[in-house]
């Protein structure tokens, strides 16, 4: 029979189950409420679900390179205790390669992904299947799936602290022999490194999103205007704090961790220098664990 979307709705308020589970569950009892409810409840599903309100604060962040792809991705839990469990991390590590194979536009297609590898069902139930037997609440958070053009680029990545942090670079050459050197492998680490330990917002300051420019600007001139402080050189005054914000967001304004006498970008010309090439940082994406992008 068919299962309408207001049945499903209904369900889900009952429960606090997924949409996948709650259709699935009305299927199998054809259409009948209770029956589906019984028979979640006999699944151990119900106990899952009220477990969905508590807070998964810890987890892991993990990330791969493979091939033309470059992956980083959040799995929650409530403990770290349960982090560090062998079936919380075998389903992180399957996770990524099922992300992988069928690569999924959001999140909420992600949660939708059947494989063999969790026995034929979705993210969204094993996920459940694996609350029910831990006893907390597991969440997959987000992801962000990176192309990478081999002909041009390649990927980089630096974990910290067992998974609190994850981060990838990527770094554009236009000498190839540059590209698989040992050379950018070690600039590559480096700026990932330098991404996890001072929270850039973009590679430059040109590619800040206006709206924190903008959140940035309001804050400076706030504090001018209450300064006491003559209103002609109130301008003067936003714009040296707003470079000096620069010099924080912008990841090749940044100080090279590594030295700080030099910048980011300083660290680059050294290797473009070095070897007769042009390198040029793409891109880079910062996970850090329960923080919002």
Not at 88 to 110: I, M
Not at 136 to 148: A, C, D, G, H, N
Request: glycine share 6%; charged share 30%.
């Amino acid at each position: 029979m068919t299962i309408t979307a207001s049945q499903v709705m209904k369900l889900r308020e009952a429960t606090g189950l997924g949409m996948m589970t709650c259709k699935k569950a009305l299927t199998e009892a054809d259409g009948d409420m209770d029956k589906a409810i019984d028979n979640l409840r006999k699944q151990g599903q119900m106990t899952a679900a009220k477990r969905a309100g508590r807070a998964a604060k810890e987890g892991k962040v993990c990330v791969i390179i493979k091939d033309s792809d470059a992956l980083v991705y959040e799995v929650n839990s409530e403990t770290d205790f349960v982090a560090r469990n062998n079936d919380f991390l075998a389903f992180a590590e399957t996770l990524g390669t099922v992300l992988l194979e069928q690569k999924p536009a959001d999140l909420d297609s992600a949660m939708a992904m059947a494989s063999s590898l969790f026995d034929n069902q979705t993210v969204e139930a094993k996920i459940m299947e694996i609350m029910g037997k831990i006893g907390e609440k597991i969440s997959f958070r987000r992801f962000k799936l990176i192309p990478v053009d081999h002909s041009k680029e390649r990927a980089f990545s630096y974990i910290h602290g067992n998974g609190k942090i994850g981060v990838i670079v990527i770094i554009t050459a236009d000498k190839s022999e540059l590209l698989d050197s040992e050379t950018l492998a070690e600039l590559g680490k480096d700026l990932a490194m330098q991404v996890a330990a001072s929270k850039p917002v973009a590679v430059n300051r040109e590619t800040v999103p206006q709206e924190i420019i903008d959140k940035e600007k309001e804050i400076y001139l706030s504090q001018v205007k209450s300064s006491g402080k003559p209103e002609k050189i109130w301008d003067k005054i936003v714009e040296g704090k707003l470079n000096k914000f620069f010099k924080q967001a912008s990841l090749l304004e940044q100080e090279y961790i590594k030295d700080t006498d030099m910048t980011v970008t300083d660290r680059i010309k050294q290797v473009e220098k070095e070897n007769e090439s042009a390198v040029t940082v793409s891109s880079f994406v910062r996970f850090e664990l329960g923080v919002e992008e």
